[in-house]
């Protein structure tokens, strides 16, 4: 049974980083692709960033890009969101995801697993 546990979310002030964690356990990942997505209220859940675990190749939406950085911890099962100049509209609840391929996809549908989400709310 695969479990995803998401945590590191908060309030923050616009400018400011957070670091998300998503520890995973109950399977091998090593030909996975995991993955971070969001939902804003009243907003469909929208792709962040991937990264496969064998060769830690990496995919970010463009909103995202040259301020997030997702990264993996083999050793530990656990994949970061390492999140800097945050803006108000990255607003969210962010869920880590599991793609049991090493193909990267950026539709929630593409993913099999996912945590319960963690919320992070930047003021402006």
């Known amino acids: 049974q695969v479990q995803l546990v998401e945590s590191g979310g908060g309030v923050v002030q616009a400018g400011g980083s957070l670091r998300l964690c998503c520890a995973a356990?109950?399977?091998?990942?090593?030909?996975?692709?995991m993955g971070w997505f969001r939902q804003a209220p009243g907003k469909e859940r929208e792709f962040v960033a991937a990264?496969?675990?064998?060769?830690?190749?990496?995919y970010y939406e463009d909103a995202v890009k040259g301020r997030f950085t997702i990264s993996r911890d083999n050793a530990k099962n656990t994949v970061y969101l390492q999140m800097n100049g945050l803006k108000h509209e990255d607003t969210a609840v962010y869920y880590c995801?599991?793609?049991?391929?090493?193909?990267?996809?950026?539709?929630?549908?593409?993913?099999?697993?996912w945590g319960p989400g963690t919320q992070v709310t930047v003021s402006s």
């Open positions: 356990s109950g399977r091998t990942f090593s030909n996975s692709v």
């Open positions: 990264i496969r675990w064998s060769g830690g190749n990496t």
């Open positions: 995801e599991v793609r049991p391929s090493r193909a990267i996809v950026i539709v929630p549908g593409g993913y099999d697993y």
